[in-house]
């Protein structure tokens, strides 16, 4: 498969691909939306760090860091997961993007809420003006932690128990909330309904304990 467009976000100048054949080193460079060599990620380390994304780093991989935004046109910002919880922003208005890499521990620093937040001082963005999609993750059914785990994470996010009695978690649900918190209108939030985990065709660290990553790419035209 190659970068193939989503509707998850149907904007006339911005837009959201995703891949399934990303690794921590190569970017698949078929993609007719963007040249593979402007694109700006993160060595994502489960953190809360955002960086800003300007000229001086198109094309490079920014280390130590969960989230990327930017308001340059074709400046692709890419995210890497296998489970976790990819979340693209869109301010429509100010034209500002952003990339989170919101996995269980990043959920929990809130790292979505924060990085609403980081739209909002630093170039203007109002939470009315923001479009949110969630891409595709392992859901609350697959994604079992230990007790200690679900506790941290919050009680309210343990949707059921798996057979062996361990508790469920739906991390895309917290990511929603963060949203919704920071004013991000419910309506303009789209969540994909694919599970990594129980779709072959999409990474699945849970599943396959693979190399390959779910590439979420999102760029302003
Ligand atoms: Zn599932």
Sequence with gaps: MGINRTYLIEEKDVVLAFS???????????????????????K?????????????????????CDALITNIRNLPLLIRTADCVPVVLYDKRKHVIANVHSGRVGTQKQIVR????????????????????IGPHICGKCYEVDAACASEFGEKYIVGFSKSQKPLIDIASACKEQLEAT??????????DICTAESP?????????????LGTFIVLC
């Design 114 to 133: 924060k990085t609403v937040e980081m739209m909002q001082s630093h170039y203007g963005s109002s939470s009315s003006d923001i479009i949110a999609a």
């Design 44 to 64: 994502q380390i489960h953190s809360d760090i955002i960086k800003l994304v300007d000229e001086s780093t198109r094309g490079t991989e920014i280390p130590d």
């Design 20 to 42: 399934t054949n990303v690794d921590c080193r190569n970017i698949d460079n078929s993609s007719s939306f963007f040249n593979s060599a402007d694109v700006v990620s993160c």
């Design 201 to 213: 065709e999409w990474p699945s660290w849970r599943r396959d304990k693979c190399k390959e990553r």
């Design 183 to 192: 004013g991000v209108n419910s309506n303009n939030i789209f969540i994909s």
